[in-house]
């Protein structure tokens, strides 16, 4: 299994980034999709979910109304389109998979995933 995570950068304060995340190896149809992220000194949080079978997506309270989590399940990739970025949003971002079910409160976890992308960095100037 792998994970391809790319779209990243330096954006000014007010902008916009999507990131994509492309999974191989696995194909199997009960699965999830997370973000997460990890700014310098801080512990790496979540930021959202998304199912492969459809239902809720839960999102950080920190980027509800900014972000918006999608996938294509063609490519089987997922994506991260983030608007109105803040210098806050500045970290590396992750995304990570779940093969098999999880509930909507373990895919907030980042313990409840079994592989993980490079990373991408994300840097937003005031």
């Known amino acids: 299994v792998q994970l391809q995570a790319s779209g990243g950068g330096l954006v000014q304060a007010g902008g916009s980034l999507r990131l994509s995340c492309v999974g191989s190896g696995f194909t199997v149809d009960y699965h999830a999709f997370g973000w997460f992220r990890q700014a310098p000194g801080k512990e790496r949080e979540f930021v959202a979910s998304i199912f492969w079978g459809g239902g809720s997506t839960p999102y950080a309270n920190s980027v509800k109304g900014r972000f918006t989590i999608s996938r294509d399940r063609v490519k089987n990739t997922a994506y991260l389109q983030m608007n109105s970025l803040k210098p806050e949003d500045t970290a590396v971002y992750y995304c990570?998979?779940?093969?098999?079910?999880?509930?909507?409160?373990?895919?907030?976890?980042?313990?409840?995933?079994?592989?993980w992308g490079q990373g991408t960095q994300v840097t937003v100037s005031s």
């Open positions: 990570a998979v779940r093969i098999g079910r999880i509930t909507t409160s373990q895919s907030m976890r980042d313990s409840s995933y079994d592989y």
